[in-house]
T-cell receptor, first 118, second 114 residues
């Protein structure tokens, strides 16, 4: 079973509008973290926002906010006031924290390509 | 700080050749990892290291070796390149606190195996 599911392969949004990118996850761990990364056409992976499983408040970073619904196992990214520079691939990722290893690997979804239109 | 650096940026190999992808970080992070990204997919973990002298396998380790002799460096070796290893390779590093565990990525190496 996929651990991270991003059901929107592509999204369009008008400049200055808000957009929500969906992400659902699957884990049986109580302690985990959820991340969003942006990958522009230049290829680098840019960290956007983090939400810990025990955080009670939704994370926010400037125009980015994470709509965390733990019971539904969803961690949607909301971008407010979209800009042309927001056009990119967006990846949702999860870090589980297995007790028997030091592994802090991220498990990634397949991504959503966002295109911001003028 | 330079962050996470990777060399080379691009590489073309012939089937059967070997090479080493370099990764270095100057943030004193104890955790480093290698991912590969195939077209239309997210990243998958190849190998990781929780500190100097300690490495372990990730999700797709076959055909790759790693070593971690220093905190700063984490090279990835392709033993005998195959076309299936054509991909973009990312190195990442992180520290860990109780508040976050953000992994910072290098710019990537685009590898083509003919």
């Amino acid at each position: 079973a996929q651990k991270i599911t991003q059901t929107q392969p592509g999204m369009f949004v008008q400049e200055k509008e808000a957009v929500t990118l969906d992400c659902t996850y699957d884990t049986s761990d109580q302690s985990y973290g959820l991340f969003w990364y942006k990958q522009p056409s230049s290829g680098e992976m840019i960290f956007l926002i983090y939400q810990g499983s025990y955080d009670e408040q939704n994370a926010t970073e400037g125009r980015y906010s994470l709509n965390f619904q733990k019971a539904r196992k969803s961690a949607n990214l909301v971008i407010s006031a979209s800009q042309l520079g927001d056009s990119a691939m967006y990846f949702c990722a999860m870090r589980e924290w297995p007790m028997d290893t030091g592994r802090r690997a991220l498990t990634f979804g397949s991504g959503t390509r966002l295109q911001v239109q003028p | 700080n330079a962050g996470v650096t990777q060399t080379p940026k691009f590489q073309v190999l012939k089937t059967g050749q070997s090479m080493t992808l370099q990764c270095a970080q100057d943030m004193n992070h104890e955790y480093m990892s290698w991912y590969r990204q195939d077209p239309g997919m997210g990243l998958r973990l190849i190998h990781y290291s929780v500190g100097a002298g300690i490495t372990d396998q990730g999700e797709v380790p076959n055909g790759y070796n790693v070593s971690r002799s220093t905190t700063e460096d984490f090279p990835l070796r392709l033993l005998s390149a195959a076309p299936s290893q054509t991909s973009v390779y990312f190195c990442a590093s992180s520290y860990s606190s109780i508040f976050t565990d953000t992994q910072y990525f290098g710019p990537g190496t685009r590898l083509t195996v003919l």
